[in-house]
């Protein structure tokens, strides 16, 4: 198994600011993905964090506005960029685990967002 | 991006067999199916994972047809703190991505 540390666990930002989340992986792990929970909703990938290249992004989300890091295969960063109140979220990261077929995922605990 | 769909909410009472169901016609076909139980405010957390037929845990059984196009979590007499949201989670066919499913809300009554 693995434990994944994200951090911060919440945040009240103003409007136009940045914050950046930091996800740590305690082993190395095959990918790591980006995910969204607004009020109320579903968890929507944003998008996948590749190793030492640019994040693969889903429809709706662009690179501008939600800058990823992966520089190793157990961090990752996800930077909230010129933050509105309509980005007031959780944001969960999640990490896939190695093994024979396996493809049990990891979270994180999450971070509460408020943009005011 | 494919959807993979659940019934939006379920009512049960205490001590009642619940089954949830996941649509997901478009799983990878060598990816595992998960489910996981999330309360407000907290990260998802793993319930039962499974690739066909049956498995079952100390807290759940999961049921999957021969086609894996869909899955079915079972929680055997549920109680009140059963009541939580619950997500599957599939790999996508043709990409490396994992998809939650929309959610189910469960809530169990006294």
């Known amino acids: 198994s693995a434990v994944i540390s994200q951090k911060p666990s919440r945040d009240i930002c103003q409007r136009g600011t940045s914050l950046t989340i930091q996800c740590q992986v305690d082993s190395q792990v095959t990918m790591m993905f980006w995910y969204r929970q607004q009020p109320g909703q579903s968890l929507t990938l944003i998008a996948t964090?590749?190793?030492?290249?640019?994040?693969?992004?889903e429809s709706g989300f662009v690179i501008d506005k939600f800058p990823i890091s992966r520089p190793n295969l157990t961090f990752s960063t996800l930077t909230v960029s010129n933050m509105s109140p309509e980005d007031s979220s959780i944001y969960l990261c999640?990490?896939?685990?190695?093994?024979?077929?396996?493809?049990?995922?990891?979270f994180g605990q999450g971070t509460r967002l408020t943009v005011v | 991006l494919a959807k993979t769909t659940q019934p939006i909410s379920m009512d049960s009472y205490e001590g009642q067999e619940v089954n949830i169901t996941c649509s997901h016609n478009n799983i990878a076909t060598n990816d595992y199916i998960t489910w996981y139980q999330q309360f407000p405010s907290q990260g998802p957390r793993f319930i039962i994972q499974g690739y066909k037929t049956k498995v079952t845990n100390e807290v759940a059984s999961l049921f999957i047809p021969a086609d894996r196009k869909s899955s079915t979590l079972s929680l055997p007499r549920v109680s009140l703190s059963d009541t939580a949201v619950y997500y599957c989670l599939v790999g996508e066919s043709g990409t490396d991505k994992l998809i939650f499913g929309t959610g189910t809300r469960l809530q169990v009554f006294p």
């Open positions: 964090a590749n190793q030492g290249s640019e994040a693969t992004y």
């Open positions: 999640s990490a896939l685990g190695q093994g024979l077929g396996n493809t049990e995922a990891f």
